[in-house]
Structure formats: structure tokens, C-alpha cells
């Protein structure tokens, strides 16, 4: 089978069709251009195992790995390659072609790895970055509600927006709110505005 020419792909492609590459069609698939001969690709993303979801986002049956911490702790590399192998095998099983995800989560900690000179000093700026994501969740009020004094800066500093936001942005975008009673998080919106509007309200 001869390699295709990426360079030749890229100039045929239309603007469309390179944005639907990067934005998916599904959550866990991207797109297809069959003119060009580009597949569609399933990818899933674990985090203990090679996880799939039905058309209801319903998580389906998989093979459940012991946590990653667990594992690390025993040193033992044969015991890490066995466990790659097993969920290599579930990938091929379900016709998933790519599982972007290593048996250690580690691609936060590479991208700050890449922002600082040693190895010891991007260890410690990891553990602070995630010691400073947990204890400053966010907070429920969209921008637009905030008050003038936390208005310029409290929203734009919570780093959950940035941590989730580059992941769901493409899926979310254009889905209407919908508030139900058996929600998670449940909220009074302030009077006048409905619970979906208030909660996309962005200035």
C-alpha cells in the first residue's frame, strides 16, 4: 500500500473539511472525508481502561484496571507492559484505533515539563499547579452575573474554565441548556431569566 503524500491532502482539503478534522463528529470519534480517502477514527480515553460509551453517553462494559498510583508504586515493568498489552487487545476488540492515553497520566505533567528547565523544578510546579486546581474549583455564577468587583478577574483566573474548556468547547458548542430537577447541581436563576439562558450568559 503506498504512503499517501500529507502535504498533497492538506492542500486538497477545504476549510470545512480541516475543521471538521479537528472538531469530531462524535465525542469519541472524529471525521471522515471520503473523497480524500480519510477514515474516521474511534479513539477512547480510559482512564483505567479502554472506555466506550453508546449513543446516550451511557458508559458500556469494560475491563477495569487497578488505579495508575497502585500500579506505579510496585516499580514492576513487567506487570506495566502486561496491562498495555491487555488494553491494546480491548482497543482492537472494539474497533477503537487510538487510546491517547499512557497506563500513568502524564500529559499534564509533560506540558509543564516542557515549560520549565529541570526536572525537579517541573516536578514540584506539577504538584503546586494541582494543589492550586483543586482547592480553587470555580464557582457557579456565569461572568456576566458576577459583580464589578470580581467580574475582571475572577472568571478568567478559575483554572477549571481552561482545564475542561479546550476539551468540551468542541462538543458543547451550539447544544442548548436544558435545567432538570435531577440535575447534580441545582440552582434558583435570578427571577426573569430562565435556568438554560442564565446559564450560557457570558458578556
Same mark, same amino acid.
Given at each position: %500500500?503506498? %504512503?499517501?503524500?500529507?502535504?498533497?491532502?492538506?492542500?486538497?482539503?477545504? &476549510?470545512?473539511?480541516?475543521?471538521?478534522?479537528?472538531?469530531?463528529?462524535?465525542?469519541?470519534? +472524529?471525521?471522515?472525508?471520503?473523497?480524500?480517502? &480519510?477514515?474516521?477514527?474511534?479513539?477512547?480515553?480510559?482512564?483505567?481502561?479502554?472506555?466506550?460509551?453508546?449513543?446516550?453517553?451511557?458508559?458500556?462494559?469494560?475491563?477495569?484496571?487497578?488505579?495508575?498510583?497502585? &500500579?506505579?508504586?510496585?516499580?514492576?515493568?513487567?506487570?506495566?507492559?502486561?496491562?498495555? $498489552?491487555?488494553?491494546?487487545?480491548?482497543?482492537?476488540?472494539?474497533?477503537?484505533?487510538?487510546?491517547?492515553?499512557?497506563?500513568?497520566?502524564?500529559?499534564?505533567?509533560?506540558?509543564?515539563?516542557?515549560? @520549565?528547565?529541570?526536572? +525537579?523544578?517541573?516536578?514540584?510546579?506539577?504538584?503546586?499547579?494541582?494543589?492550586?486546581? %483543586?482547592?480553587?474549583?470555580?464557582?457557579? +455564577? +456565569?461572568?456576566?452575573?458576577?459583580?464589578?468587583?470580581?467580574?475582571?478577574?475572577? @472568571?478568567?483566573?478559575?483554572? %477549571?474554565?481552561?482545564?475542561?474548556?479546550?476539551?468540551?468547547?468542541?462538543?458543547?458548542?451550539?447544544?442548548?441548556?436544558?435545567?432538570?430537577?435531577?440535575?447534580?447541581?441545582? @440552582?434558583?436563576?435570578?427571577?426573569?431569566?430562565?435556568?438554560? $439562558?442564565?446559564?450560557?450568559?457570558?458578556?
Amino acid at each position: %500500500m503506498a %504512503m499517501a503524500n500529507i502535504d498533497d491532502i492538506l492542500g486538497r482539503l477545504t &476549510i470545512d473539511e480541516k475543521i471538521s478534522l479537528v472538531s469530531g463528529t462524535h465525542f469519541w470519534h +472524529t471525521a471522515s472525508v471520503p473523497r480524500l480517502g &480519510i477514515p474516521a477514527i474511534r479513539v477512547s480515553d480510559g482512564p483505567n481502561g479502554v472506555r466506550e460509551q453508546n449513543s446516550s453517553m451511557e458508559n458500556l462494559q469494560l475491563v477495569i484496571l487497578v488505579v495508575k498510583t497502585a &500500579i506505579g508504586a510496585t516499580w514492576n515493568t513487567a506487570l506495566v507492559e502486561s496491562l498495555r $498489552q491487555l488494553q491494546g487487545q480491548e482497543a482492537i476488540a472494539k474497533g477503537i484505533n487510538r487510546v491517547p492515553g499512557r497506563i500513568f497520566g502524564t500529559g499534564y505533567s509533560h506540558l509543564l515539563a516542557a515549560l @520549565f528547565p529541570s526536572a +525537579t523544578l517541573g516536578g514540584y510546579a506539577n504538584s503546586l499547579f494541582w494543589v492550586i486546581l %483543586m482547592i480553587v474549583p470555580g464557582d457557579l +455564577t +456565569t461572568h456576566a452575573y458576577l459583580n464589578d468587583f470580581y467580574r475582571p478577574w475572577l @472568571f478568567w483566573i478559575d483554572l %477549571m474554565r481552561y482545564f475542561f474548556g479546550a476539551s468540551l468547547g468542541s462538543v458543547l458548542h451550539g447544544v442548548a441548556v436544558e435545567c432538570f430537577s435531577s440535575d447534580l447541581v441545582v @440552582f434558583d436563576a435570578p427571577p426573569g431569566r430562565p435556568c438554560g $439562558q442564565y446559564t450560557v450568559a457570558k458578556e
